[in-house]
């Protein structure tokens, strides 16, 4: 040892080596990530008249229907209602003016989806897979309505397609 400096020492680099480098970059990513993921769960979408896509996989569920939708099974009609389970859940924001829409909703994985009368027998082929759907939100309200939150279907396109 000379003068305290310890000459079987390594010498130091002021370089960093690749695997800091790499250690760095997968830190970056995972806080874009984690950025992107909060970013999604921190927008909140509008009630009606704004328009909001939705992507998701459309099921059909059996529900009873008019007139007392589930107190009298054996008089009430059996309705075929279409549903979009969302991968990850949305929330609305209330509409102050609105008497209906007044209340934000959080946590909704499921909306039932109304289609237009266009569209409404042509929904099946959509069934059991991933769409995407543009169009109404408003609050569940009335027997017709199954989920909190319901949409009115403007338009719908197979995930991947251009809308």
Do not use: C
């Not at 039932?112 to 266009?118: R, T």
């Amino acid at each position: 040892m000379l003068g305290g400096l310890d000459s079987s020492a390594p010498p130091q680099n002021d370089n960093p080596t690749k695997s800091s480098i790499v250690l760095a970059r997968i830190f970056t990513i995972t806080l874009l990530l984690a950025n992107a993921v909060n970013a999604q769960q921190d927008d909140w979408l509008s009630y009606y008249p704004s328009v909001s896509r939705l992507q998701g996989k459309l099921t059909k569920v059996s529900k009873y229907g008019k007139p007392s939708y589930g107190d009298n099974p054996d008089k009430d009609e059996k309705v075929e209602v279409a549903i979009l389970i969302l991968p990850t859940p949305i929330r609305i924001r209330a509409r102050s003016t609105s008497s209906v829409n007044n209340e934000s909703v959080t946590n909704v994985s499921f909306v039932q989806l109304i289609f237009p009368s266009e569209v409404d027998g042509n929904y099946s082929k959509y069934l059991d897979k991933d769409i995407v759907v543009a169009g109404t939100l408003v609050r569940g309200r009335t027997g017709e309505h199954f989920t909190d939150v319901v949409m009115t279907v403007k338009a719908v396109n197979p995930t991947g397609k251009p809308m």
